[in-house]
């Protein structure tokens, strides 16, 4: 019986350690300095206007990808809206994360192409 108990231990660790995928690197740089580096910042509003923008917005919800697990991010740089819908939103030149305001404990990484039209968009003018 004890020997089946310990088998049974050590198989439930395997199985954690093999499902859990390597973090979004965004995720891990904002895990990490979170609190050193950022206090309590207040996100900016990002105001979707144009079509486009809208459009932008809309496919890299469309086409986000759910990260498995319970999050624990900083808070967010931009929240924008896509009609009832509101997200928070992290972005770099290279990776991108959202979260929609209902479900605080679930993140979605962007796609490389919603990245960066996104990023475009935050930073131009």
């Known amino acids: 019986m004890k020997k089946l108990f310990v088998l049974f231990i050590a198989s439930g660790l395997m199985l ?3 499902s859990q995928k390597q973090e979004n ?3 891990e740089v904002l895990n990490k300095g979170s609190a050193e580096t950022v206090t309590s910042t207040k996100a900016t509003s990002l105001e979707l206007n144009e ?3 809208i459009e932008i917005f809309t496919t890299a919800v469309s086409d986000s990808m759910k990260k498995p ?3 624990n991010m900083t ?3 931009y929240h924008f809206s896509i009609g ?7 972005i770099t030149e290279d990776s991108g994360t959202i979260m ?3 479900d605080t404990h679930t993140v979605y990484t962007l796609s490389s192409n919603s990245v960066q039209k ?8």
């Open 100 to 102: 929609n305001s209902k």
């Open 25 to 27: 690197n965004l995720t």
């Open 75 to 77: 808070d967010p740089q």
């Open 118 to 125: 996104i990023y475009e968009f935050v930073n131009k003018g």
């Open 16 to 18: 954690i350690g093999c």
């Open 69 to 71: 697990g319970i999050v």
């Open 51 to 53: 079509i486009d923008e």
């Open 84 to 90: 009832e819908e509101s997200y928070s939103l992290w």
